[in-house]
T-cell receptor, first 113, second 115 residues
Framework: KNQVEQSPQSLIILEGKNCTLQCNYTVSPFSNLRWYKQDTGRGPVSLTIMTFSENTKSNGRYTATLDADTKQSSLHITASQLSDSASYICVVSAFTGGFKTIFGAGTRLFVKA | DSGVTQTPKHLITATGQRVTLRCSPRSGDLSVYWYQQSLDQGLQFLIQ???????AKGNILERFSAQQFPDLHSELNLSSLELGDSALYFCASSVDDGTGIYGYTFGSGTRLTVV
């Protein structure tokens, strides 16, 4: 069964600290993996998109890694800011006769002053 | 502004009623996707249209229907509304037919409250 699981479910960190969010997937055959940031009540905004051949991709203070062998991805946030408080969603697409996209449930990050 | 326009932003209606949510995709995007997000829940895929044709279907109830018009805007129709249909409904668009390789652009959503 195609699944995307994210951990932790929620996380509280102090402003200025780093954190890492995890995404494990069983989606196959893998096409691409995306990380989105969703502020409360707003639409998700794309942070990174990675294909099979990409291991790391950065977007400012956000760095995503992908290990296609172990089917794991992580999103590392450096020097967190209060505005980083949001849900972070891992999305994996597979091609199974047509493209199928699976959304993770998200990790809710709270950054405190 | 993401370029994806959803109207209305808020909608309050009674149980048993029917509503229509509208989405205009980003210029140049041919695919439109509809998602439902209940309170504190993840995004649930409802349906995708590509260039006017239904391309993929998710967990969309029979009471819900959608279409994409020749100008590529899309409408999501929700009928016989129940309290449990209260949620944020997001529309997203992409230039491709569903690969996701270029990512999706999401609108700001329509918040539906059924009373």
């Amino acid at each position: 069964k195609n699944q995307v699981e994210q951990s932790p479910q929620s996380l509280i960190i102090l402003e200025g600290k780093n954190c890492t969010l995890q995404c494990n997937y069983t989606v196959s055959p893998f096409s691409n993996l995306r990380w989105y940031k969703q502020d409360t009540g707003r639409g998700p905004v794309s942070l990174t998109i990675m294909t099979f051949s990409e291991n790391t991709k950065s977007n400012g203070r956000y760095t995503a890694t992908l290990d296609a062998d172990t089917k794991q991805s992580s999103l590392h946030i450096t020097a967190s800011q209060l505005s980083d408080s949001a849900s972070y969603i891992c999305v994996v697409s597979a091609f199974t006769g047509g493209f199928k996209t699976i959304f993770g449930a998200g990790t809710r990050l709270f950054v405190k002053a | 502004d993401s370029g994806v326009t959803q109207t209305p932003k808020h909608l309050i209606t009674a149980t048993g009623q029917r509503v229509t949510l509208r989405c205009s995709p980003r210029s140049g995007d041919l695919s439109v996707y509809w998602y439902q997000q209940s309170l504190d829940q993840g995004l649930q895929f409802l349906i995708q249209y590509y260039n006017g044709e239904e391309r993929a279907k998710g967990n969309i109830l029979e009471r819900f229907s959608a279409q994409q018009f020749p100008d590529l805007h899309s409408e999501l129709n929700l009928s016989s509304l129940e309290l449990g249909d209260s949620a944020l409904y997001f529309c997203a668009s992409s230039v491709d037919d569903g690969t996701g390789i270029y990512g999706y652009t999401f609108g700001s959503g329509t918040r539906l409250t059924v009373v």
